[in-house]
């Protein structure tokens, strides 16, 4: 079958897992947009950490600006999926990432989850298939969802 059959089948198995997004479509009501609308909430807080930091350190920081924004943006992600399976902007949206059993992250799969975020944005093609994954796949998953067996619902939606 190929080099890619066991995660081809780890996929399987956990999207069998998941709520159905027709019979219990309040799972998924609107996650698309409010994914979006926390991206960039997020991503104006992470400017703003950022630009907090530049004085703090004497303005040097503007010699390395893009590696302390994704420093920054790295450890916001993580921190955010690890305590509350879900970033400030995606708690903001009512939004939260379950794992295959409905269970919110851990920090070790926060950890991977936001790796598998950067590197999917540090690359072109696996950012639009990850973008089009999430517009168009039917829980809405991106690429490190479907990869890890992670779905992002409505808070306070547990299966």
């Given at each position: 079958m190929g080099p890619f059959s066991s995660v081809l089948k780890a996929i399987a198995m956990y999207s069998s897992t998941f709520p159905d997004p027709v019979v219990q479509s309040q799972y998924y009501n609107?996650?698309?947009a409010k994914r979006l609308l926390a991206w960039v909430i997020d991503t104006i807080l992470i400017?703003?950490?950022?630009?907090?930091i530049v004085p703090?350190?004497?303005f040097l920081a503007l010699f390395f600006l893009g590696g302390l924004y994704l420093l920054v943006?790295?450890?916001?992600?993580?921190?955010?999926?690890?305590r509350h399976s879900a970033t400030p902007g995606m708690r903001v949206m009512g939004?939260?990432?379950?794992?295959?059993?409905g269970y919110p992250l851990d920090a070790p799969?926060?950890?991977?989850?936001?790796l598998g975020y950067s590197?999917?944005?540090?690359?072109?093609?696996?950012?639009i298939l990850s973008v089009l994954l999430m517009g168009f796949s039917r829980r809405g998953q991106g690429l490190s969802d479907q990869v890890?067996?992670?779905?992002?619902?409505?808070?306070?939606q547990i299966y």
């Open positions: 609107g996650v698309p400017v703003i950490v950022v630009g907090l703090f350190t004497g943006n790295f450890l916001y992600r993580w921190i955010g999926l690890a939004v939260a990432f379950r794992d295959a059993q799969t926060a950890f991977a989850h936001v590197l999917s944005v540090a690359f072109v093609f696996p950012q890890l067996g992670t779905v992002l619902i409505n808070q306070g």
